[in-house]
Nanobody, 117 residues
Framework: QVQLVESGGGLVQVGGSLRLSCAAS????????MGWFRQAPGKEREFVGR????????IYADSVKGRFTISGDNAKHPVYLQLNRLGLDDTAVYYC??????????WGPGTQVTLPS
C-alpha cells in the first residue's frame, strides 16, 4: 500500500500563490508517476498535471499551463505543485495521485484551496 498526503492548501487572494506538497509513504516504488487533480464544487474531478517517475518531464492541463508548476527531486521525496496567478476558478480540493501503470492507483485525501469570491 502507498499512502499519499497533501498539504499546503488554504485561503488565498486572487492573483496570489500557493505551494502544495504531496508526501508518499508505505510501499513506494522508485518508478511511479505523480499526478495532481482537482475538484471544484459541483464539478467533476479534473486533471491538473503530472510528472514522470524521473521527475524531469511534466504535462499540464491547458487551464493551468504557464501558471502551475509540478516539481520533485526524486521518487523518495515530496512532489510539489506551485500555483501562481490564482483565479476564482482555481478554487477546488486538490488531490495528488500515483501510478506505475496507466491507472492512478493511490490517492491522497486532498487539500482545499479557496479564493474568496
Amino acid at each position: 500500500q502507498v499512502q499519499l498526503v497533501e498539504s499546503g492548501g488554504g485561503l488565498v487572494q486572487v492573483g496570489g500563490s500557493l505551494r502544495l506538497s504531496c508526501a508518499a509513504s508505505g510501499r513506494t516504488f522508485s518508478r511511479y508517476e505523480m499526478g495532481w487533480f482537482r475538484q471544484a464544487p459541483g464539478k467533476e474531478r479534473e486533471f491538473v498535471g503530472r510528472i514522470t517517475w524521473s521527475r524531469i518531464s511534466t504535462i499540464y492541463a491547458d487551464s493551468v499551463k504557464g501558471r502551475f508548476t509540478i516539481s520533485g527531486d526524486n521518487a523518495k521525496h515530496p512532489v510539489y505543485l506551485q500555483l501562481n496567478r490564482l483565479g476564482l476558478d482555481d478554487t477546488a480540493v486538490y488531490y495528488c495521485a500515483s501510478r506505475t501503470t496507466s491507472t492512478w492507483d493511490y490517492w491522497g485525501p486532498g487539500t482545499q484551496v479557496t479564493l474568496p469570491s
